[in-house]
């Protein structure tokens, strides 16, 4: 996967997995989002969307993901192959070499995916080169052990979806 740049955003942030604590994003952040990304009043959707994927992913409700998914990396992903388990684990960010819901070469299931059991938001930046928001995380799994999240969302007609990592 292609590393790009990213301008780090100044936040502060109180989320631990599980904790149940919103995250804290600072006015600067904001501001800076409100900058790059016009088209969406930031202050209350990005918290609001944030936590219904946290939501969604400790209720394994998949359907939601895929919902709030931006349609036209959906479908290019479908078109490639790539199983609706699969581009869950994918757009989460839990489906990389060093960082896998699965080990070895084996296909991502629901039954993986469903042993993620807390999510929790740390970390939002912004990707210059791909004009996305980049918020990084940790979840808990039910054997108690803990991957890194990492989301990447775009706005799309003044809406949050989420994307893929280009590269």
């Known amino acids: 996967m292609r590393y790009n740049f990213l301008l780090y955003l100044s936040l502060t942030f109180f989320v631990a997995c599980g904790s149940g604590k919103s995250l804290q994003i600072s006015q600067d952040t904001y501001k800076i989002l409100n900058e790059k990304m016009p088209s969406i009043k930031h202050e209350q959707e990005l918290q609001k969307f944030l936590g219904e994927i946290k939501k969604d992913v400790e209720a394994h409700n998949w359907e939601n993901i895929f919902a709030k998914s931006s349609k036209k990396h959906y479908l290019a992903q479908f078109k490639a192959g790539?199983?609706?388990?699969?581009?869950?684990?994918?757009?989460?960010?839990?489906?990389?070499?060093?960082?896998?819901?699965?080990?070895?070469?084996?296909?991502?299931?629901?039954?993986?995916?469903?042993?993620?059991?807390?999510v929790g938001f740390q970390t939002i930046s912004f990707d210059e080169a791909q004009k996305n928001i980049v918020v990084t995380g940790k979840a808990s799994l039910n054997d108690k052990s803990k991957l890194n999240v990492t989301l990447f969302i775009e706005v799309v007609d003044g809406k949050y979806a989420l994307t893929g990592a280009v590269g």
């Open 82 to 118: 790539i199983k609706p388990p699969q581009y869950a684990a994918e757009i989460l960010g839990v489906h990389s070499a060093d960082n896998n819901i699965v080990s070895g070469n084996k296909k991502v299931e629901y039954a993986d995916l469903n042993k993620l059991q807390k």
